[in-house]
Protein backbone atom coordinates (compact mmCIF):
# COMPACT_ATOMS: atom_id res chain seq x y z
CA UNK A 1 0.00 0.00 0.00
CA UNK A 2 1.26 3.66 -0.87
CA UNK A 3 1.50 5.48 2.45
CA UNK A 4 -0.53 8.36 2.60
CA UNK A 5 0.73 11.42 4.58
CA UNK A 6 -1.34 12.42 6.38
CA UNK A 7 -0.65 15.85 6.07
CA UNK A 8 -2.81 17.85 8.96
CA UNK A 9 -1.59 15.44 12.02
CA UNK A 10 1.59 16.20 10.61
CA UNK A 11 1.63 20.13 10.32
CA UNK A 12 -0.11 20.27 13.67
CA UNK A 13 3.21 17.99 15.11
CA UNK A 14 5.15 20.70 13.41
CA UNK A 15 3.71 23.71 14.79
CA UNK A 16 3.83 22.31 18.18
CA UNK A 17 7.88 21.25 17.87
CA UNK A 18 9.91 22.09 20.91
CA UNK A 19 6.79 23.69 22.52
CA UNK A 20 6.70 22.95 26.37
CA UNK A 21 3.92 20.35 26.34
CA UNK A 22 4.03 16.72 25.72
CA UNK A 23 2.20 15.85 22.54
CA UNK A 24 0.10 13.07 23.31
CA UNK A 25 -1.63 10.87 20.20
CA UNK A 26 -4.74 8.92 20.80
CA UNK A 27 -7.20 7.40 18.98
CA UNK A 28 -8.94 4.07 18.40
CA UNK A 29 -6.02 0.67 17.93
CA UNK A 30 -5.06 0.65 14.06
CA UNK A 31 -6.28 3.96 13.30
CA UNK A 32 -2.63 5.29 12.41
CA UNK A 33 -1.01 6.73 15.46
CA UNK A 34 2.29 5.10 15.56
CA UNK A 35 2.48 5.96 11.70
CA UNK A 36 1.36 9.59 12.06
CA UNK A 37 4.50 9.63 14.69
CA UNK A 38 7.43 8.23 12.54
CA UNK A 39 6.09 10.65 9.89
CA UNK A 40 6.89 13.07 11.95
CA UNK A 41 10.22 11.58 13.35
CA UNK A 42 11.34 11.25 9.49
CA UNK A 43 10.50 15.01 8.86
CA UNK A 44 12.78 15.65 12.01
CA UNK A 45 15.64 13.23 10.44
CA UNK A 46 15.18 15.47 6.86
CA UNK A 47 15.64 18.75 8.92
CA UNK A 48 18.93 17.58 9.85
CA UNK A 49 17.98 16.17 13.16
CA UNK A 50 20.64 13.56 14.01
CA UNK A 51 20.16 10.19 15.84
CA UNK A 52 21.84 11.05 19.16
CA UNK A 53 18.93 13.49 19.36
CA UNK A 54 16.01 10.98 18.72
CA UNK A 55 14.88 8.08 20.75
CA UNK A 56 11.84 5.97 18.88
CA UNK A 57 10.37 3.23 21.40
CA UNK A 58 7.91 1.21 20.67
CA UNK A 59 5.96 -0.84 23.72
CA UNK A 60 4.83 -3.84 21.45
CA UNK A 61 7.97 -4.66 20.32
CA UNK A 62 8.90 -7.62 22.38
CA UNK A 63 12.53 -6.20 22.03
CA UNK A 64 11.56 -3.45 24.29
CA UNK A 65 9.54 -5.64 26.88
CA UNK A 66 12.41 -5.89 29.08
CA UNK A 67 11.59 -1.87 29.86
CA UNK A 68 7.60 -2.61 30.54
CA UNK A 69 8.21 -2.78 34.51
CA UNK A 70 11.95 -1.09 34.83
CA UNK A 71 10.80 2.69 34.81
CA UNK A 72 14.44 3.81 36.01
CA UNK A 73 16.30 1.44 34.34
CA UNK A 74 14.09 2.64 30.79
CA UNK A 75 14.42 6.28 32.07
CA UNK A 76 18.08 6.11 31.78
CA UNK A 77 18.10 4.39 28.88
CA UNK A 78 16.52 7.02 27.15
CA UNK A 79 18.85 9.68 28.65
CA UNK A 80 22.06 7.65 27.77
CA UNK A 81 21.24 7.57 24.52
CA UNK A 82 20.59 11.76 23.52
CA UNK A 83 22.78 14.19 23.63
CA UNK A 84 20.94 16.89 25.93
CA UNK A 85 23.09 19.74 25.02
CA UNK A 86 21.07 19.73 21.87
CA UNK A 87 17.07 19.93 21.58
CA UNK A 88 16.31 16.18 21.76
CA UNK A 89 13.17 13.66 20.66
CA UNK A 90 11.69 11.27 22.55
CA UNK A 91 8.94 9.23 20.99
CA UNK A 92 7.45 6.45 23.49
CA UNK A 93 4.72 4.42 21.05
CA UNK A 94 1.90 2.38 23.05
CA UNK A 95 3.34 4.13 26.18
CA UNK A 96 0.38 2.83 28.54
CA UNK A 97 2.11 -0.84 28.38
CA UNK A 98 4.84 0.68 30.61
CA UNK A 99 4.48 0.36 34.09
CA UNK A 100 3.73 3.55 35.65
CA UNK A 101 4.24 5.37 32.53
CA UNK A 102 2.85 8.54 33.70
CA UNK A 103 5.80 9.30 36.18
CA UNK A 104 8.42 8.08 33.17
CA UNK A 105 6.62 10.88 30.50
CA UNK A 106 6.41 13.37 33.19
CA UNK A 107 10.32 12.85 34.59
CA UNK A 108 11.23 13.66 30.61
CA UNK A 109 9.21 16.15 30.68
CA UNK A 110 10.72 18.13 32.74
CA UNK A 111 14.67 17.41 31.74
CA UNK A 112 15.57 19.77 30.01
CA UNK A 113 16.17 20.20 26.12
CA UNK A 114 13.57 17.03 25.80
CA UNK A 115 10.41 17.27 23.78
CA UNK A 116 8.12 14.23 24.61
CA UNK A 117 5.45 12.68 22.34
CA UNK A 118 3.44 9.28 22.94
CA UNK A 119 1.26 7.08 21.62
CA UNK A 120 -1.39 5.29 23.06
CA UNK A 121 -5.29 4.40 23.60
CA UNK A 122 -7.77 6.77 24.83
CA UNK A 123 -8.77 4.78 27.59
CA UNK A 124 -5.36 4.99 29.07
CA UNK A 125 -3.43 8.08 28.22
CA UNK A 126 -6.69 9.99 29.05
CA UNK A 127 -7.36 8.36 32.28
CA UNK A 128 -7.85 10.68 35.61
CA UNK A 129 -4.66 9.98 37.48
CA UNK A 130 -3.17 10.83 34.31
CA UNK A 131 -4.79 13.62 33.31
CA UNK A 132 -3.86 14.80 36.98
CA UNK A 133 -0.88 14.55 37.05
CA UNK A 134 0.03 15.91 34.11
CA UNK A 135 -2.63 18.65 33.90
CA UNK A 136 -1.76 21.89 31.83
CA UNK A 137 1.34 19.74 30.30
CA UNK A 138 0.25 18.18 27.56
CA UNK A 139 -1.69 18.73 24.05
CA UNK A 140 -3.82 15.96 23.05
CA UNK A 141 -3.72 14.76 19.06
CA UNK A 142 -7.30 12.85 18.46
CA UNK A 143 -5.59 10.62 15.45
CA UNK A 144 -9.12 9.56 13.25
CA UNK A 145 -9.13 6.71 10.79
CA UNK A 146 -8.16 7.85 6.83
CA UNK A 147 -11.14 10.23 5.79
CA UNK A 148 -12.32 9.76 2.52
CA UNK A 149 -9.98 11.94 0.40
CA UNK A 150 -7.38 10.16 2.26
CA UNK A 151 -8.82 6.83 1.76
CA UNK A 152 -8.97 7.84 -2.20
CA UNK A 153 -5.08 8.42 -2.51
CA UNK A 154 -4.41 4.58 -1.22
CA UNK A 155 -6.59 3.32 -4.67
CA UNK A 156 -5.44 2.89 -7.94
CA UNK A 157 -8.56 3.66 -10.14
CA UNK A 158 -10.61 6.17 -8.42
CA UNK A 159 -12.87 6.86 -12.03
CA UNK A 160 -15.75 5.54 -9.62
CA UNK A 161 -15.93 7.31 -6.46
CA UNK A 162 -19.29 6.46 -6.29
CA UNK A 163 -18.67 2.96 -6.38
CA UNK A 164 -15.38 3.42 -3.64
CA UNK A 165 -17.68 5.97 -1.57
CA UNK A 166 -19.84 2.56 -1.15
CA UNK A 167 -17.08 0.58 -0.26
CA UNK A 168 -15.62 3.29 2.03
CA UNK A 169 -18.61 3.40 4.15
CA UNK A 170 -19.16 -1.02 4.25
CA UNK A 171 -15.16 -1.19 5.49
CA UNK A 172 -14.41 2.11 7.31
CA UNK A 173 -11.05 4.20 7.05
CA UNK A 174 -8.94 1.97 9.35
CA UNK A 175 -5.51 2.01 7.17
CA UNK A 176 -4.96 -1.60 7.76
CA UNK A 177 -8.23 -2.59 5.17
CA UNK A 178 -6.76 -1.25 2.51
CA UNK A 179 -4.27 -4.53 2.00
CA UNK A 180 -7.39 -7.23 3.26
CA UNK A 181 -9.03 -8.78 0.57
CA UNK A 182 -12.61 -7.51 0.60
CA UNK A 183 -13.83 -10.91 2.24
CA UNK A 184 -11.33 -10.70 5.18
CA UNK A 185 -12.26 -6.91 5.99
CA UNK A 186 -15.49 -7.56 7.94
CA UNK A 187 -13.12 -9.80 10.40
CA UNK A 188 -10.71 -7.33 10.85
CA UNK A 189 -12.64 -4.84 11.82
CA UNK A 190 -14.68 -6.51 14.23
Known amino acids: MKQVVRQDYLDTLIGLRDKNLIKMLTGVRRCGKSTVMQMFCDYLKMQGVKNKQIVFLNFEDFE ?96 RTDLLFLKYMQNGGLPGTIELPEDNIKNYVM
Not at 74 to 88: A, C, E, T, V
Not at 105 to 132: F, M, Q, R, W
Request: hydrophobic share 40%.
Open 64 to 159: NHKWLNDLEGLYYHIINQLDLSKPSYVFLDEVQNVKEFERLVDGLYVKPNIDVYVTGSNAYLLSSELGTLLTGRYYAIHILPFSFKEYLLTQKDIS
